[in-house]
Nanobody, 122 residues
Framework: VQLQAYGGGLVQAGESLKLSCSTS????????VGWFRQAPGKEREFVGA????????YSSDSVKGRFTISRSNAKNTVYLQMNVLKPEDTAVYYC????????????????WGQGTQVTVSS
């Protein structure tokens, strides 16, 4: 499966953005999908994940209550709704697929898309 994240941009603190992760190749319904981010000079950080069916989601403490993950298997697309953005959310955001359940570990994911830049100004 091939993935492509898009929808990033430059916003002010407190605003919202919605990222999309479109997939091609195999149906995305066969995979859990995670979102990660990486800021300059920092390690890749887990943001959240959604189960194959979309019933279960898991978010990191740093974004819990502000970011929401959802998916449309019919559209082969996974979304990351980001609200109340903060300057510390500035990073390149990536989506990735896994069949494992240790969703918060980057090593669990074997397909990664190209990232999309999110910049939040104060």
């Amino acid at each position: 499966v091939q993935l492509q994240a898009y929808g990033g941009g430059l916003v002010q603190a407190g605003e919202s953005l919605k990222l999309s992760c479109s997939t091609s190749g195999r149906p995305v319904s066969g995979y859990h999908v995670g979102w990660f981010r990486q800021a300059p000079g920092k390690e890749r950080e887990f943001v959240g994940a959604v189960s194959r069916s979309g019933v279960s989601t898991y978010s990191s403490d740093s974004v819990k209550g502000r970011f929401t993950i959802s998916r449309s298997n019919a559209k082969n697309t996974v979304y990351l709704q980001m609200n109340v953005l903060k300057p510390e959310d500035t990073a390149v955001y990536y989506c990735a697929t896994t069949v494992r359940t240790d969703w918060n570990r980057a090593i669990a994911y074997d397909n990664w898309g190209q990232g999309t830049q999110v910049t939040v100004s104060s």
